[in-house]
């Protein structure tokens, strides 16, 4: 299934190969800047809006693919029958208006990508009346508010995942 990653600036979803062949989508990349909101979605169904303009739908099994909508154009990865669905909220200059992946550990990997924005979200508030930096739906100014690389684990695992629980081998 679907991880979600940072690379530098950039969240990046990483497709394995029979994803990227049924969605017609290569990995997709992200700048941190263009993130909105990051949550759980205990219920897929609610991961969804719109209909779906490409991908792979076995009902009640997978959801992959790009769904259009009168905002934009959403990419979900969900399979309904596991944990909870990690949609992450964009805005320009992302391609897509909400990214949606299955996730086996989905409330860390909301806690390690909202870390991660914090420090934006810290480098953009400026004056007397600081923003806290805890809040995931503020965002930097621009690209620029980036204060550099995110550490991600030395053995390579997604984020969220558990040390004892990542085999290097997926989920």
Known sequence: MAKLTIDGDELVV???RWEKAAARQ???RVPLAAVDRVAVQPDAWRALRGVRESGVVIPGT????IWRHPRGRDFAAV???RRGVVCVDLHRPSPFARVSATCEY????VAALRKALSPAVAAATDGPDPVPAADPGLR????DGVQGPVALPPDGRP????AGAWSGQGW
């Open 14 to 16: 990483r497709l394995a």
């Open 26 to 28: 290569a990995d997709i």
């Open 62 to 65: 997978l959801w992959l693919g």
């Open 79 to 81: 399979r309904p029958k």
């Open 106 to 109: 989905p409330e860390p990997t």
């Open 159 to 162: 984020l969220g995942a558990p």
């Open 140 to 143: 930097p100014a621009g690209p």
